[in-house]
């Protein structure tokens, strides 16, 4: 087989669009990003808190255990009476009923337990009173589950107010799952309430700060920019800040910690707001990374709970003082809030986001008062802007509009979708305008964190950066993930107690914000030739019909063939299918029923279908293969509000468009979907809902892009090889004076299989290595392997 063989020719004097900020990176505490994660307290459920408002297992001592040593007798209660602070109010209370060696509590830390290392220190605090009657010293120990002693220290309470201690132990041996006791053998009653145990190590020594291992990772990203808090968590909740269950609102995340108060997080966990917004300030100036945070719009999308217009001052508020606090002189109310915790430069914040993938009307009709309010106080304040949880279709649109009609500066996207749908859909940003919002792709990723998933992201990421007079922002989501508290994947990096590694899907986003470039510069690819696609595939393949969450009845279905008219009655056919958990636990109705084995295309399917009851409503699966390669109609999807059309390739889901529809019970649609080619257009009650294409993708022979950075005045070239063999090019420079000799460093990710993946074991086992060359004059020859991520950096500044 002859060698693909081209020219990639780099125009080094035509520079294009500023890349700016472009490559950055996403946080959410989801998966135990923060609690359990970035954030290096190593005391779970440290104030008592856990409630089951925040997962139905947790209560008041989740994670805490009674200590009875020799012989001793204790009593361990939660109360709430005499509390520190009425933001914190649950405290335990010991009852030494007989002291033996020691009586008190244990907490086991996150995963399997509290990590420690020879010779390291660690810094215990907490906040506790005594009975005027209790009069020994509390002993303070690291230990393994066994009773060894790693460390300890010792505290006198001298009061029966409520007063910090803190003490500082070395740690004599490495045990990942150890626990902290308290305990005593003095006699009366003790209380503890915020017990904090930091090791003395954490991202650049800050107190209150980051796990040092997960923070240098990220560091070492170099990101332009760091979104925070979220994701859902940022509008999921109630209404009311002090409530437990309320939306994430700012002003309860700074200050001293024992002031802020706990917090339902709707991954089904607690979140203690240790880490929060001064601590993400911090540690995006610490990375120099751009601080991009997203505030409610007063409207959660879950659960519907709206903030009536005539209520909205204090949310926009929020908005403002938010600015003020980042960048307001310490003269300013917020400014000097900033200053007094510790920071008295400004944080430099230049974007703000509004919402999160909200949907629905109330959303848009409250942004449009957090825009004219921001922009009239703050008018180079950058606003994000939402579109939704849907790469297109009605929701996406009407995001996007609200963004034109307001002028936001950018439209934050989200889309998670199979491989195949980031190949194909490589030039998405082509016909975008630069004189439009610009898109900041707020949460994208490819399901997987195999090589073939980073491969496929660099391809596409090479189409954003091509992209860049329209896209502004990308962000990879979600980005950590403690292994055993998984709420979603993939995610770009992964940790228990005492390990961290980056996915490939890291170490491509790094290769790409290392060398990200300040400007584009013009590159033309010739001569390749293209790879062979199959023939233009019509969709094709079976079709079946469900029931989602509900009883349904499906009647009159025929089928026309599009191109003979010809048409196929079902006559007098009717199917009830049920999948309801009443229905799955008798196992006795069908959930679904397929209309013959018949290898279906260019047709419309026509169907009247009622749901009898239930809480969604119908699935109409078409061009169907197997289970796992196929197309669907899903008509009251999710919370049975969406009507959505989603390809499915190798079991992994890309949602190709959605709209807003809500199935009711006993009342009759008469369904049309019609499949041409590739094209689907859905109908409801005769009106056309969806029209879109199930892209198949057409490989490039290279994907490729070029930047100039200014600060070395190198040239960067990114190249991407998805195909299974290698091509090779000459890459010629434009411009380049022809007898110099340049030196070239060459970073390339290549020789793995598709579905190899790093792991604990092997956190390293794909990342790209580095090495250098030098050529003459304005040309050199480079084969790209097969499979592979190749970043040139020509150092031209030499000259
Ligand atoms: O990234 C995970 C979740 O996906 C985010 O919370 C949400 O915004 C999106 O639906």
């Not at 026509?606 to 796992?628: L, N, W």
Request: proline residues 4%.
């Amino acid at each position: 087989m002859s060698k693909n063989q081209g020219k990639l020719t780099i125009h080094t004097k035509q520079r294009g669009a500023e890349l700016s900020d472009l490559f950055g990176i996403f946080f959410e505490d989801l998966n135990h990003a923060a609690d359990g994660g970035l954030y290096a307290e190593l005391i779970r459920n440290r104030s008592f808190e856990f409630d089951p408002i925040d997962h139905p297992d947790f209560h008041s001592l989740t994670a805490w255990e009674k200590v009875e040593r020799g012989g001793g007798l204790a009593e361990l209660w939660i109360e709430d009476s005499y509390p520190m602070n009425e933001r914190n109010r649950h405290y335990a209370v010991i009852a030494i009923n007989k002291p033996g060696d020691g009586v008190g509590i244990a907490n086991v830390g996150f995963n399997s337990g509290i990590p420690v290392r020879t010779g390291e220190e660690y810094l215990f605090s907490f906040y506790a009173r005594r009975d005027e009657s209790f009069n020994e010293p509390i002993r303070i120990t690291i230990e393994s589950n066994e009773g060894i002693i790693h460390g300890d220290a010792t505290v006198v309470i001298d009061s029966s107010e409520w007063r910090r201690y803190e003490a500082a132990i070395t740690v004599n041996e490495t045990n990942y799952s150890s626990r902290l006791t308290i305990t005593t053998v003095g006699s009366g009653k003790l209380y503890v309430d915020m017990v904090s145990l930091f090791p003395k190590k954490t991202y650049l020594g800050r107190m209150n700060g980051l796990r040092e291992d997960i923070a240098s990772l990220l560091a070492e990203l170099k990101p332009k920019f760091m979104r925070f808090p979220g994701g859902c968590l940022v509008h999921d909740g109630s209404l009311n800040p002090d409530d437990r269950n309320s939306m994430y609102r700012w002003k309860n995340t700074i200050g001293p910690i024992e002031q802020r108060p706990s917090r339902r997080n709707n991954w089904r966990y607690n979140q203690t707001l240790g880490l929060g917004y001064y601590e993400y300030f911090l540690f995006c100036a610490d990375i120099g990374a751009k601080p991009i945070p997203i505030l409610p719009g007063g409207y959660d999308p879950h659960h519907k709970r709206i903030v009536p217009i005539d209520e909205l001052g204090p949310w926009i508020d929020d908005a403002l003082d938010l600015i003020e606090f980042a960048n307001g002189d310490p003269s300013t109310e917020w400014g000097a809030i900033r200053a007094e915790l510790g920071h008295s430069e400004p944080f430099g914040l230049e974007y703000i986001g509004i919402g999160n993938e909200e949907v629905g009307e109330p959303f848009f009709e409250r942004y449009s008062y957090f825009h004219q309010a921001i922009k009239t106080k703050y008018p180079a304040m950058k606003i994000i802007n939402s579109s939704g949880p849907f790469a297109a279709g009605g929701e996406y649109e009407r995001g996007w509009q609200s963004a034109r009609e307001n002028g936001s500066d950018l439209v934050d996207e989200h889309y998670y979708q199979s491989p195949e749908w980031f190949l194909a859909n490589f030039d998405r940003y082509d016909g975008f305008k630069a004189d439009e919002p610009k898109v900041f792709l707020g949460e994208y990723a490819s399901w997987g964190n195999t090589y073939y998933n980073a491969i496929t992201e660099a391809a596409y990421m090479i189409g954003l950066e091509r992209n860049a007079h329209s896209v502004g922002l990308a962000c990879y989501a979600p980005m950590l993930c403690n292994v055993d508290y998984v709420n979603w994947k993939p995610d770009l990096i992964w940790f228990n107690n005492h390990e961290v590694f980056g996915t490939p899907n890291y170490y491509v986003q790094k290769l790409f914000m290392h060398h990200q470039g300040d400007r584009l510069l013009h590159i033309e690819a010739s001569g390749f030739s293209q790879p062979k696609v199959g023939e233009a595939k019509s969709i094709n393949g079976a079709i079946e019909l469900t029931a989602n969450a509900s009883s349904v009845n499906f009647s009159d279905v025929r089928i026309v063939n599009n191109d003979t008219s010809e048409e196929r009655l079902f006559t007098g056919w009717t199917a009830e299918l049920s999948d309801t958990e009443e229905s799955r636990l008798e196992g006795k109705t069908k959930r679904a029923v397929r209309l013959g084995d018949t290898d279906w295309s260019n047709y419309t399917l026509y169907m009247t279908a009622r749901r009898i009851d239930g809480s969604k409503g119908f699935v109409v699966y078409f061009g169907q293969s197997d289970e796992r390669n196929q197309l669907f109609w899903e008509i009251g999807g999710w919370q049975n509000q969406d009507s959505m059309i989603s390809s499915r390739v190798d079991n992994r889901n890309s949602c190709l468009t959605q709209s807003l529809f809500a199935v009711e019970t006993n009342v009759k649609y008469e369904l049309a979907l019609e499949v041409s080619g590739r094209r689907i257009r859905a109908y409801i009650n005769g009106e056309l809902i969806h029209d879109t294409v199930d892209k198949l993708p057409i490989i490039q022979p290279l994907y490729s892009s070029s930047s100039a950075d200014d600060a070395t005045g190198d040239t960067i070239i990114k190249v991407v090889n998805v195909q299974d063999a290698a091509v090779s090019a000459d890459v010629a420079l434009e411009d380049l004076p022809k007898a110099n000799e340049h030196f070239v460093e060459i970073y390339e990710l290549s020789g793995y299989l598709l579905e190899d993946e790093n792991s604990f074991e092997q956190p390293q086992k794909i990342m790209p290595v580095q090495r250098g060359f030098s050529f003459e004059g304005n040309s050199f020859s480079h084969e790209f392997p097969a499979h592979s991520v190749t970043v040139f950096r020509i150092k031209t500044s030499a000259e």
